[in-house]
């Protein structure tokens, strides 16, 4: 089989090579080095001011292209995951919101097909097991008390395919819902939490060294302060003691540029997984739409709650992972290589999939991404086949 040659800026194990080239051969990386080191027979591509990415891994996405995971119909959901992998997302964790149990039951059975097509790479439940005080767009009479039976159902009619689940350090039940989430493989993620600091250091502890993510830092709990540091406090410095991994939405949107630049400055890109926190708006024109049960607004490309007054709830984004990609590298002024890590090998590793996708590197699966030299697509290739826009559908707004 002829190797596939992609040829430009090519970024490795978080570090940018100039000139550098990627070969496919089949669905894995065959070669990744400098063009001056290609001994292949096939003849090298021109030179490029393009970059060549490892495919993007987002682990908090709720939908895309008027579609959202928790409420789409099946042409629906292909709509969403189509939309992501369009813009370089190889690899994607379908995000439900808070509902009653029977509504849950029916989404992760409508989502579980997808995962087993490998067209997500699993399900994130953010909740219901929340703080109804920091509820944020979600529904508030959807929240409940930690119930370890309804969990137990919930991963039981999964059949495996829930990968990470969101709940506040502070429900009832914690520790129990803690141990099913670890026997059951699932990922801890705490947010939507009104805990205290120390609340959340004893729940990441309490998790007796497994891996534990915070589901969207800062945002969906209390606000950092110098006599009451809150759950972003600890979450913060259990990264920086290499304890938990920190979802950003750095979008431009949930966080200032500056907030983004602070924590990557801080914990580094290793304990940094960038997220889109999308809805079925991202990659729509504004309008109407729906986030679960909520109704949602965009406007000039920010959602929010629909009728919920002046104070109004950001409602999920509407980025794609290149998006915020693009929003680190020229807003916050992260470096591409740092950049590029938490947008890629960071996440991957913490859904425990970093020997198959994650990085450049040869014997893993063919994810590329292809960018002009703004960060916008160019190219993008998952398991070695390229990806056509042709095979997007498009949703409408409601």
Known sequence: MTALLLRGTVVAGGRPVPDGVVALDGD????????????????????????????????????????????????????????????????????????????????????????????????????????????????????IPGDPALLERLLEAAGGTVSSTTLAPETPHYRELLAILVRHGVLPSLGHTDATAGRTTAAIAEAGGATVSATHLFNGMPELHHRAPGPAAACLAAAGRGEMVVELVADGVHLADETVAMVFDLVGPERIALVTDAMAAAGMPDGGYSLGSMRVDVVDRVARLAGAGTDRSIAGGT?????????????????LGAAVLAATATPARLLGLDHEIGDLVPGRRGDVLVTDHDLAPAEVFRAGRRVTAERVLHGKAV
């Open 28 to 143: 894995r990386i065959a070669w990744v080095g400098p063009a001056g080191t290609w001994a292949g027979p096939e003849p090298l591509p021109p030179p490029s001011d393009r970059y060549v990415l490892p495919g993007l891994v987002d682990v908090h996405c709720h939908g895309a292209a008027g579609h959202g995971f928790p409420e789409a119909d099946d042409e629906g959901l292909q709509a969403a995951v189509d939309h992501h992998l369009a813009h370089g997302t190889t690899t994607l964790l379908g995000s439900l919101v808070s509902a009653p149990a029977d509504t849950l039951l029916e989404r992760v059975a409508a989502l579980a097909p997808l995962v087993t097509a490998d067209r997500l790479a699993g399900i994130h439940l953010e909740g219901p097991f929340l703080a109804a005080a920091r509820c944020g767009a979600q529904d508030p009479a959807a929240i």
């Open 319 to 335: 980025a794609r992972m290149v998006d915020v990609l693009r929003q680190v590298v020229l807003g916050s002024g992260v470096g």
